[in-house]
């Protein structure tokens, strides 16, 4: 009987002891998770590296590379370790007293040896340096950035989006105690999706960079710039300027030309925008004839004559357009008052500053309209005495693209796309078979048989230097283009500085640039 007991009690134990165990574990379970979690989960700071520029199709214009840096505790062990990396060709970017930055990511290889060779302590500290896939083509719009942050162009203007930043972040560890492969990955591609995209495309960038530069060599000019815009949306898709400089060259040198975000005197670009005012104010209409006729005119003491001592007779509005005629759009300046004039300025544009976060943007200016003289009317009414950029022009001229709606030009494909109305459409319409003329039959007819119908109009102003004043035989030579006539798409300006004296004007050395960009648009599928 007690033999029964016993073995009764010993059944009784080994059937009781995993209800036991698992009553303590369920009671301990948290405990349990807690510990796990804090074995197999820990806690790092990262440094997030500057975030990616890209054009509007996902091209890559400024990124950070991970590369080496080496750190001294003398300068005279810093020459030994340049001395080192020169003996076995290792590039260098940059050094200073006491640190080296490499061009590459050093292998640990070469930091052992590079320690023996000079018998030195250093410390290897990775960095991130900024690229430029794309060099010089892009560098004046994207500029470039430093240990302190973006220092010029787009980099300068989104710094504080694109900074690098500190991170704490939670890993996983695997059974060996190494942080869980791809885990880091996952969060820098989390991190890419607030990556700046561009309205660039990099294609037409390369392609208006390259026909730039020829033109600028053929006409001995000093330099140029220009702008490609959708007339539409207000896309800037090219932006260029020529010279430039390799933002990825740590002796860079920034050509501090002419470029597209400086303000300049437009000249005859202004002409059509003048016709176009005047109409608003009922001042004149198609049917009007302006007699420009001995081809000169005084104004307050001043003589303005026709370029070349041309002498156009009675002009329609189109025609002073098509011809570029200096004293037909004299004539009508000065019927208007100076209110009339700065309002209808500022409804294109001219007179405000662009709203583009845009570091460089210079600021423009109208004079007060209570102290314009005729002549200085005159002038304005002609493109003197005022400032516009290129981007400013393309901007101007989408009111005669799109039946009179201005479009915000736009740098980041996410900023809103936004128009106002300058003029009715009927005027609208009208400038355009103007710009269309002038391509046809008046300064700008040498691109006539361009495969795109091209609307446009030339302008060709002698160069203001501070200190000098206007300066003989030093132009500006520019042509502000809208394509294709029928159903315009595009808006295109160009600008050459200093062309030879004996070949400067805007029909003969912009215009064509202009031509040769469509028809590569049309190739390539811009154009339908």
Not at 87 to 101: A, D, G, Q, T
Not at 313 to 331: D, H, R, Y
Not at 388 to 396: C, E, L, P, S
Request: glycine share 8%; hydrophobic share 40%; proline share 4%.
């Amino acid at each position: 009987m007690n033999k029964i007991r016993f073995i009764f009690a010993v059944v009784l134990f080994l059937l009781a002891t995993p209800f036991y165990k698992f009553f303590e574990l369920d009671q301990d379970k948290d405990r349990y998770l807690v510990a796990g979690k804090s074995r197999s989960q820990f806690n790092e700071t990262i440094n997030f590296p500057r975030k990616k520029i890209l054009d509007r199709n996902g091209n890559e214009l400024a990124v950070s590379i991970l590369r080496s840096t080496l750190l001294f505790r003398s300068a005279e062990e810093k020459d030994l370790g340049l001395a080192y990396a020169e003996r076995v060709n290792e590039p260098i970017f940059l050094f200073n007293s006491k640190r080296i930055y490499f061009e590459n990511q050093l292998t640990p290889v070469f930091i052992k040896e590079l320690r023996e060779f000079c018998d030195c302590s250093v410390i290897s500290e990775p960095v991130y340096r900024r690229y430029y896939p794309y060099g010089s083509i892009i560098s004046p719009l994207v500029g470039f950035s430093g240990v302190s942050g973006g220092l010029e162009g787009i980099e300068r203007s989104f710094d504080a989006s694109l900074k690098s930043d500190q991170r704490s972040l939670n890993f996983f560890r695997d059974a060996k105690g190494r942080r869980v492969k791809g885990d880091l990955k996952n969060f820098i591609e989390r991190s890419s999706q607030n990556d700046l995209s561009l309205t660039i495309d990099i294609n037409l960038q390369f392609k208006l960079f390259e026909e730039l530069k020829k033109s600028i060599s053929a006409a001995s000019a000093k330099g140029g710039f220009a702008v490609i815009m959708d007339a539409r949306s207000g896309d800037l898709l090219a932006l260029v300027n020529y010279p430039t400089f390799n933002p990825n060259r740590s002796d860079r040198v920034i050509q501090r030309n002419l470029s597209f975000d400086e303000y300049l005197e437009p000249g005859s670009l202004i002409k059509p925008i003048t016709i176009a005012g005047a109409f608003n104010n009922g001042i004149i209409n198609e049917d009007s004839l302006v007699d420009t006729n001995p081809g000169y005119i005084n104004l307050s003491g001043f003589k303005r004559s026709e370029a070349g001592g041309k002498n156009y007779g009675v002009l329609s509005p189109s025609e002073i357009i098509s011809n570029s005629s200096q004293v037909g759009i004299a004539k009508i300046s000065i019927m208007l008052s100076g209110d009339q004039i700065n309002a209808n300025l500022r409804s294109f544009g001219i007179g405000k500053e662009l709203d583009l976060n845009w570091h460089g943007i210079d600021s423009s200016f109208l004079y007060d309209s209570s102290i314009l003289y005729d002549i200085d009317k005159a002038s304005l009414g002609y493109g003197y005495l005022l400032r516009a950029n290129i981007v400013q022009i393309a901007k101007a001229y989408s009111a005669f693209a799109n039946q009179g709606e201005i479009v915000e030009p736009r740098i980041t494909i996410n900023q809103p796309v936004r128009k106002s109305k300058a003029i009715d459409s009927k005027t609208a319409d009208y400038i355009l078979a103007s710009l269309r003329s002038t391509v046809v039959e008046g300064t700008a007819e040498n691109i006539s048989d361009s495969t795109v119908s091209i609307a446009g109009k030339t302008g060709t102003t002698e160069k203001y230097i501070v200190g000098n004043g206007y300066t003989p035989g030093k132009y500006i030579s520019s042509f502000a283009s809208i394509f294709p006539y029928e159903s315009p798409k595009y808006i295109m300006v160009v600008s050459i500085d200093e062309p030879d004296p004996n070949n400067y004007f805007g029909g003969d050395i912009s215009a064509p640039i202009v031509a040769t960009l469509a028809e590569h648009m049309l190739i390539n599928g811009y154009i339908e």
